[in-house]
């Protein structure tokens, strides 16, 4: 009796959900063919499973099925695979790069393909790019399964008219850090306490990627691993449709498009896309959740202005992205206002959701082909309607930047040439709506409310200078960045030697000159002085490396500096005189010995991870300097004086007495405290600075005016700031602002803090 009840107590923890929960309605399956959970040893639903699990079944499914292929197209930053499982018929496959020219024929403006209805149409089912909601990877399973070892008919007919490519996670390293979390503090029996740990992550949660970025955002600047991976297996199939499969609070239910009305009064994509597709998408999606029981809502909310999502990026790309959102069990089961919710539950919504998409896309098959083939002849017809023939670009001075953005443009497709001494992108190209996006500028809105930016230009993210020309003058096509810069190499001097600190590089090779024991300083004035035979003027923030003052033979620092330039390929030059032809000399007191900083940051519970995130990802990734990331929970044992700089970024700090007068006695010590965004408002109320903050000012005599009720969400969203791209004035011969020449710069903001002038007139 004592041995039953032990066993009953062991199996009370999970709400146990056979494979029919699920499947049931797809049978019969081929026994030859694993389940998930005659795999994993467990039942969909009981825990959360590993990306390499994950990965082991899908490869297990395509060694045992002539209906699947695996292919792996990239690696994330800590090195876990990146993987697309491949279905549909054995026929199919077998003929697949056939049949991928075929499909690819209709994304051509110059190919007039009709076969709508004889080529298989193209799904991306894509999963879990945010880590921490976790329900559909383990529907990505289910999904595979069932298109593998189904032989009912119904799933015979879809692998027939089907291609269909399961991407599990997008983001893996996110994935497994909140899986790790969950499974830790699963409790037997479940706990459904939604103040229990299980339900409570860590910071930084595992949202995000191994830098804590936003996947879901990085699909238009491609920066990450994951984002590039993907976009070069994108740019080789073109789906039609592609879903992007999310959670949401616990408090919710489901959510499918339809979504609420597009922000921008004239969207760039085509308006039967965000009408009537979405809408013939959505009553299938409405058929199959009230056919189980759930509850969903469309139309509010979500928006796709923004096109750097997973449910955007494709409909720019002639397909259709399909959001999808479901209330979260964060964890594996929690109490919510309408009762428990389960982690089986929240898998089944995501499961049936993806089978309702195969199966109306495959029912709409030639409908999509004509579309998407419409699509990229439109591009065309549009592009020559409008007065913008082109945009011509170029920095003179950053050679690695006009590398870094011409990467991006071509990561998308986009056509770009040499223009003589700059470069030109065409509007007539396929890609015209991409185009649009890269260089376009909005300035009216239907709405004042956005789920996330309302502008991201991606030539003012480069800082780049640009100008749209109504006639083009085509040089040659650039195909690759692969050996774009070609700098002279730098020659040897026992003198000194220079390098503008204008280029993209530049404080990487600073960086890499510290480390090796080299002293540089500074020019905080300009000057002109002789270069080998010619005169070279250089800008204010110029480096100086002087040969003499080096601890190093000059052979030694030589060796260094082609060093640097063989890895940043920045341009630097050798001088056998300081003597100047223009303003300062280089034993000036204005040029000034530089330390190496040493940088340490805040992290943990309250700080924004995202900001965290960049600051981090940008140090170790392009200037190549490492940063210490301090928590939290051990700033008081923290030894701030091994620490030059310290950063904030934005975070809601709770400092005690003692804790704030340790950051001011290492600030008083003419150390840097950096801050951003809210970081910087919390500076200013702890009088850390003497500055003010420019607040809205509110009549208090005036009478309140009566809004309705419903209209209160609304209200509140319109004094947030989503993100918007500023045109700022900036003083050039500032430190801060060294190596820029113009002015004015574009600058992206995304919080309410808005600091008053300075009384200091040389900070402002």
């Known amino acids: 009796m004592l041995k039953r009840l032990l066993l009953l107590l062991l199996f009370s923890g999970s709400t146990l959900y056979g494979q029919d929960y699920f499947t049931k309605k797809y049978h019969p399956f081929n026994a030859d063919i694993p389940s998930p959970e005659a795999f994993l040893g467990y039942g969909i639903g009981e825990h959360h499973t590993r990306h390499d699990l994950i990965v082991s079944y899908l490869e297990k499914l395509a060694e045992v099925s002539d209906r699947a292929s695996i292919h792996y197209y990239g690696k994330t930053h800590e090195g876990r695979k990146l993987v697309i499982l491949t279905v549909t018929s054995s026929e199919n496959l077998a003929n697949l790069e056939n049949l991928k020219q075929q499909h690819l024929a209709f994304t051509d403006p110059n190919k007039n393909a009709v076969n709508y209805d004889d080529v298989p149409i193209f799904i991306n089912l894509a999963y879990n790019v945010h880590g921490n909601e976790p329900s559909s990877s383990e529907a990505a399973m289910l999904t ?71 996947l879901n955002r990085d699909w238009l600047l491609g920066i990450n691993p994951e984002s590039r991976g993907k976009l070069n297996w994108y740019h080789q199939w ?21 979504m609420k009305a597009n922000g921008s009064l004239d969207p760039i994509m085509p308006k039967e896309n965000y009408e009537d597709l979405n809408n013939m998408f959505g009553a299938e999606f409405a058929k199959a959740l009230d056919s189980i029981g759930s509850f969903y809502f469309t139309k509010e909310v979500f928006d796709g202005t923004y096109p750097g999502y997973g449910s955007s990026y494709p409909d720019l790309q ?76 170029g920095d003179a001075h950053d050679q690695n930047r006009n590398q870094a953005f011409i990467d991006k443009l071509l990561l998308h497709k986009i056509d770009v040439y040499t223009s003589g001494s700059k470069y030109v992108v065409p509007t007539r190209q396929p890609q015209y709506r991409m185009v649009q996006t890269m260089f376009e500028t909005y300035s009216k809105y239907r709405d004042s409310v956005y789920y996330d930016a309302s502008a991201w230009s991606v030539a003012n993210f480069y800082n780049m200078k640009y100008r749209a ?40 090779v600073l960086h890499f000159l510290q480390t090796k024991g080299l002293v540089v300083s500074s020019s905080f004035k300009p000057f002109t002085i002789k270069v080998g035979s010619e005169s070279k003027s250089f800008n204010y923030g110029a480096l100086v490396i002087p040969v003499s003052l080096q601890k190093k033979d000059p052979t030694a620092v030589y060796q260094l500096l082609q060093k640097a330039q063989e890895k940043y390929q920045v341009p630097m030059f050798a001088v056998s005189s300081g003597y100047s032809l223009k303003g300062i000399d280089l034993g000036s007191s204005y040029v000034s010995a530089l330390k190496k900083p040493k940088a340490a940051m805040l992290i943990g519970d309250g700080v924004r991870s995202y900001e965290a995130g960049e600051v981090w990802h940008l140090l170790d990734t392009r200037v190549h300097m490492p940063i210490t990331k301090i928590p939290m929970r051990n700033f008081n044992r923290a030894n701030l004086d091994k620490y030059k700089t310290l950063v904030m970024v934005s975070g809601r700090y709770s400092f005690t007495e003692k804790q704030l007068a340790k950051i001011k006695a290492w600030v008083s010590k003419g150390n840097t405290l950096i801050t951003i965004g809210t970081a910087s408002k919390w500076a200013i109320d702890k009088k850390l600075v003497k500055e003010k903050l420019t607040e809205h000012e509110k009549d208090t005599t005036a009478a309140t005016v009566r809004r309705p009720y419903g209209d209160a969400r609304e209200n509140l969203g319109k004094e947030s700031v989503g993100g918007i791209i500023l045109k700022v004035d900036i ?31 040389y900070a402002t």
Not at 160 to 166: E, P, S
Not at 172 to 185: C, K, L, S, V
């Open 144 to 214: 595979a399964y069932t298109l593998v070892a189904s032989n009912n008919p119904e799933i015979l007919r879809y692998l027939k008219n089907a291609v269909i490519f399961v991407d599990p996670t997008i983001n893996p390293d996110g994935r497994d850090r909140h899986t790790q979390y969950a499974n830790t503090y699963q409790g037997n029996p479940l706990v459904a306490d939604p103040q229990d740990a299980e339900h409570n992550e860590y910071w930084p949660g595992g949202r995000t990627n191994h830098y804590w970025f936003d």
């Open 238 to 258: 073109y789906p039609n449709v592609v879903t992007d499969f999310h959670e949401m609070g616990s408090q919710s239910s489901y959510f499918f498009e339809p």
């Open 318 to 393: 002639g397909g259709l992205g399909l959001l999808f959102e479901q209330a979260s069990s964060r964890g594996h089961k929690q109490t919510t206002a309408f009762g428990e919710i389960t982690f089986p539950f929240t898998i089944r919504n995501q499961y049936t959701s993806s089978i309702t998409t195969v199966k109306t896309a495959v029912k709409n098959k030639a409908y999509m082909r004509k579309y998407q083939q419409d699509f990229f002849k439109s591009a065309i017809s549009r592009a020559a309607k409008s007065k913008v023939k082109g945009y011509t670009f």
């Open 469 to 508: 020309v109504t006639s083009v003058n085509l040089g040659d096509k650039i195909t690759t960045t692969d050996n774009f810069v070609n700098n002279a190499p730098v020659q040897k001097s026992n003198y000194a030697y220079i390098i503008d600190w204008d280029d993209y590089n530049a404080p990487a």
């Open 731 to 761: 003083d050039t011969t500032h430190p801060l602002a060294f190596g820029y020449h113009d002015r004015a710069i574009p600058v992206y903001k995304n919080n309410t803090v808005w600091i008053a002038p300075s009384k200091n007139e």
